[in-house]
């Protein structure tokens, strides 16, 4: 049972995100941690030398994203996330050497936008079908490997999501709902239909009685979707259409073989994460991981909590389905879902 702390914790993941500060330590987002996370261990797995490859959605290298989240958040945080990728960096390197004997690296490149991981191993591949971050690519002899890498870091000790959603893995009737929500925000603060994006966030940052207000208006519409997205995923299973919920489940814990494992080359999730005591990692290769479950749907359940879905195997959960809004400074925010084990 979670306690009261963990509950008020959880909600207010749901609305707040931590934003860039280079005059605050402590203050970093999650995606600027995780983009730095996989710069970095690419940059020790590559001998100290930022990777050259790819350019990524902005048109910049891989040193030239560095550079700039690095001019966005406090040394202290950029020396804590250097020191947790050189840790995974050396990790990665003793878990290659293990599976890989003999084999040395010969490339490492950033995979970050879509078809980045068909330029390193030539075969197509969807980011869903692919989550790959980096490719490591090692040699011996004759013999070339692909490896993709899925990097994931926390600043704490808590599971790690596996994937990020949109909406269409809500439920049929999330977009219905979402439209609703909206609606509604519009009819109670009319100012926010002919507000632009950059408005409405300018709005509600100047304004915290508004952000209190939001809160939990969609706190409820969060709870709701969830409340109707396990319903119908429990119809499916009652009904025997089984099919319909391990691929959401798939999908959400990245449950599957790439087109690269496919065809004889390499996958695996690298998790980092830290305590008191330091960092720790571990590998997993998620076409593997939940394979007893999903070869056995018949005792799968489904249950809602919260804003969040549990997916339980013979009544102990195993993953959880979060939702959330897209964008936590924006009231007519986007849906999404993430996606995690337990």
């Known amino acids: ?15 707040l995100e931590k934003t860039d500060n280079a005059n605050a330590p402590g203050e970093v987002s999650q995606n600027t941690r995780g983009v730095m996370h996989e710069l970095l261990v ?40 250097n020191a947790g990728a050189k840790s995974a960096a050396e990790h990665i390197k003793g878990y290659l050497n293990s599976t890989h004997q003999g084999h ?13 991981t068909e330029k390193v191993t030539g075969i197509k591949a969807t980011q869903k079908q692919d989550s790959s971050d980096i490719y490591v690519t090692t040699k011996y002899k004759n013999t070339i490997k692909h490896h993709g890498i899925s990097l994931k870091v926390s600043e704490g000790s808590g599971k790690i999501p596996a994937s990020s959603l949109g909406a269409e893995s809500a439920g049929s009737k999330a ?59 429990q119809g499916h299973i009652n009904s025997g259409n089984h099919h319909h919920v391990v691929s959401r489940i798939r999908d959400l814990l990245h449950a599957h073989k790439t087109p690269a494992q496919e065809a004889g080359h390499n996958f695996f999730k690298h998790t980092t994460n830290q305590s008191s005591t330091g960092f720790h990692h571990h590998v997993s290769d998620p076409s593997v991981d939940h394979e007893h ?3 056995d749907p018949k005792n799968i359940s489904v249950e809602a909590k919260g804003t969040s879905v549990h997916y339980l195997y013979k009544g102990t959960k195993f993953a959880t389905q979060t939702h959330k809004l897209g ?16």
């Open 293 to 295: 479950i999903l070869k």
């Open 42 to 81: 690419g940059k020790d797995l590559n001998g100290g030398k930022h990777m050259d490859r790819h350019v990524n959605e902005h048109g910049e290298t891989p040193e030239q994203t560095h550079n700039r989240l690095k001019a966005q958040i406090h040394p202290k945080d950029y020396e804590s996330i």
């Open 327 to 342: 964008s936590q400074s924006d009231p007519l925010s986007s849906l999404k879902t993430v996606g995690k084990s337990t």
């Open 1 to 15: 049972m979670k306690t009261f702390f963990q509950i008020v914790k959880e909600c207010n993941s749901v609305l």
């Open 175 to 233: 977009k219905h709902l979402h439209a609703a929500h909206h609606a509604e925000l519009k009819k109670q603060y009319p100012q926010l239909a002919s507000m632009s994006k950059d408005e409405r966030k300018t709005l509600v940052k100047s304004s915290p009685k508004l952000k209190s207000e939001l809160a939990p208006k969609h706190r409820h519409f969060l709870s709701v979707v969830a409340k109707s997205n396990a319903s119908e995923l």
């Open 104 to 116: 040395v690296i010969h490339s490492v490149v950033h995979t970050s936008k879509p078809g980045d």
